[in-house]
């Protein structure tokens, strides 16, 4: 069965950095394009990036541009999210989630079908 | 701000049908398909409906979704206690070149 497993959350000072990992499994992993999606404490689901089955394609949202980088090995079935410069707001919970992405007549379906549990990530002094 | 708009809040009693909204623009709902997620408390959020309508597997029909110009919604019928939960819409949208949410709806059953 599908499984993704995020790790490397923890308690991170302002301005610091870490790396998040997804280890994937149950899928051909390099069929898929993944993505990082966020929730802070109370709030609701922040998409905040994309990467394709590949690598090529890479977006971010602009709260986390020029901060973050995602970046995947297919060869390891694993997805990163390494995040430097790191505010009080990026303090949420970080999923991993792999996507269905397809180009329709109806435009761009692309979805979520599969989340892992979540890593916490706390940045606070 | 959210990309998407729902209400915050929905209700319902068991037995009853409940419908949740999402609002758009013409970059995002207008032009792409819609997914929905639930996110019962203290989980990982679940695909519910995705390309606007589409149930995936174990998703009991009770749940339906529907799309109309630069809006969207879900309909739960039958309402359950289990359906108790925080619901999501989302689309791809092309001005931001990623995925915008709802700001989530919390349904409560009473």
């Known amino acids: 069965q599908v499984q993704l497993v995020e790790s490397g959350g923890g308690l991170v000072k302002p301005g610091g950095s870490l790396r998040l990992s997804c280890a994937a499994s149950?899928?051909?992993?390099?069929?898929?394009?993944m993505s990082w999606i966020r929730q802070a404490p109370g709030k609701g689901l922040e998409w905040v990036s994309y990467?394709?089955?590949?690598?090529?394609?890479?977006y971010y949202a602009d709260s986390v541009k020029g901060r973050f980088t995602i970046s995947r090995d297919n060869a390891k079935n694993s997805l990163y999210l390494q995040m430097n410069s790191l505010r009080a707001e990026d303090t949420a919970v970080y999923y991993c989630?792999?996507?269905?992405?397809?180009?329709?007549?109806?435009?761009?379906?692309?979805?979520?079908?599969?989340w892992g549990q979540g890593t916490l990530v706390t940045v606070s002094s | 701000q959210s990309v998407l708009t729902q209400p915050p809040s929905a209700s319902g009693t068991p037995g009853q049908r409940v419908t949740i909204s999402c609002s758009g623009s013409?970059?995002?709902?207008?032009?792409?398909?819609v997914n929905w997620y639930q996110q019962l408390p203290g989980t990982a959020p679940k695909l519910l409906i995705y390309?606007?309508?589409q149930r995936p597997s174990g998703v009991p029909d009770r749940f339906s979704g529907s799309k109309s110009g630069t809006s969207a919604s879900l309909a739960i019928s039958g309402l359950q206690s289990e359906d108790e939960a925080d619901y999501y819409c989302?689309?791809?949208?092309?001005?931001?070149?990623?995925?915008?949410f709802g700001g989530g709806t919390k349904l409560t059953v009473l």
């Open positions: 989630a792999r996507a269905d992405g397809q180009w329709l007549v109806q435009g761009y379906r692309y979805y979520f079908d599969y």
């Open positions: 149950g899928f051909t992993f390099s069929d898929y394009y």
């Open positions: 990467i394709s089955s590949s690598g090529s394609t890479i």
């Open positions: 013409s970059s995002n709902i207008g032009s792409n398909t």
């Open positions: 390309s606007n309508n």
């Open positions: 989302a689309a791809w949208d092309d001005s931001l070149n990623g995925v915008g």
